[in-house]
């Protein structure tokens, strides 16, 4: 699988590009502020619905402009198919397109072109709250599997719901027993979520111990799910069960779901210590580095495919000696996108192709 052609229409600091990358390594060099994410970020937001900068399409879109646009064309194994993502500020709307067919959910597109991405924001997996780490797990699995996505989202909704109504039980407008059908919905759906976390830490952990470098082996993720010590579809919802009946009350009183895979973590272990407290701001960087070509490496055993690699700004604070070792690692992947301020941090790395970035003007270079 391979990006053949990029093209982007009034995004960021983009009014018109077209782009050829190479199959192999290609490199978006220049200035800080030059627009070099920019050209990852579009891939990233056309393939996984959203930005890893923004949560908002509005400040995608360039200024004193309405509608932005971004068309791939990528080769599925011999397969040409156009992917176009379309959004306006003034309707609020976004429309994904496979070959101009307008999907029904955008959601549909995730999956379809797999991307692991490694940006500085990555770094906040292990620094921030247990939201980011579950937003990890979940990510990889919306790639992996088609249904997760939408498990997430009913989950989500039914959360919401039974929160709303565990405030209006606490204050008497609603009867206690309203929680019954909305508690077998939260069971089922939750217990499917953290059975799928489970399995995907399992696998990782042992892409972690075959796949990576040796001197790598001693990261190791766990997953931490309060009250849950046994991870089969059985033993999960009967903890599930229990444990709600032991918690309703403080429920009530603090009108919030107090068990549940949304309340779930991941802890980052680093030579058996907590990354998140331990290691350094160095190890940090290498550590999410080894995790995203973890999960490349899970997702081209799965999908029997390489995944798209997004590297932005991923070498300039590294040693050279780790810059050697993850250059010698991204020749596993087929097709690699990777910005820098200067070509020097990637001397190790075999580029196929250079794109020069100034004030948003991009110029190729053989």
Known sequence: ?????????????????????????????????????????????????????????????????????????????????????????????????????????????????????????????????????????????????????????????????????????????????????????????????????????????????????EKFNTIKLNYIAKFFNEFTLDSVKNTFKNQIDKLINEEIVRSVSLIGPHRDDMDVLFFNKSAKFYASEGQQRIITLMLKFAEAILLKKKNNNSPIILLDDFSSELDENNRINIGNFITSFKQVFITTTSLDNLKSIKIDKKFYIKNGVISEEL
């Open 1 to 213: 699988m391979e990006i053949n052609k990029i093209k982007l229409n009034n995004f960021r600091n983009y009014t018109n590009v077209e782009l050829f990358p190479s199959s192999g390594t290609n490199i978006f060099y220049g200035e800080n502020g030059s627009g070099k994410t920019n050209i990852i970020e579009a891939i990233y937001w056309t393939c996984m619905t959203k930005s890893f900068r923004t949560s908002e399409d509005s400040f995608l879109v360039l200024e004193n402009t309405d509608k932005i646009a971004v068309e791939l064309e990528i080769n599925f194994n011999g397969v040409q198919k156009n992917i176009s993502s379309e959004f306006s500020k003034s309707q609020k709307k976004r429309i994904i397109k496979i070959n101009n067919n307008k999907l029904k959910r955008i959601s549909d597109i995730i999956g379809t072109v797999p991307i692991v991405i490694f940006s500085p924001e990555s770094i906040q997996m292990l620094k921030s709250d247990p939201a980011s780490r579950r937003r990890f797990l979940d990510e990889l699995l919306f790639i992996l599997n088609n249904g997760y996505y939408q498990l997430i989202q009913k989950y989500q909704k039914i959360i919401a719901h039974r929160n709303y109504l565990l405030k209006n039980i606490k204050e008497g407008k609603q009867n206690r027993n309203i929680l019954e059908p909305w508690n077998l919905q939260m069971i089922e759906y939750g217990s499917q979520i953290i059975i799928n976390r489970y399995k995907i830490i399992e696998e990782l952990n042992t892409t972690i111990k075959n796949e990576l470098p």
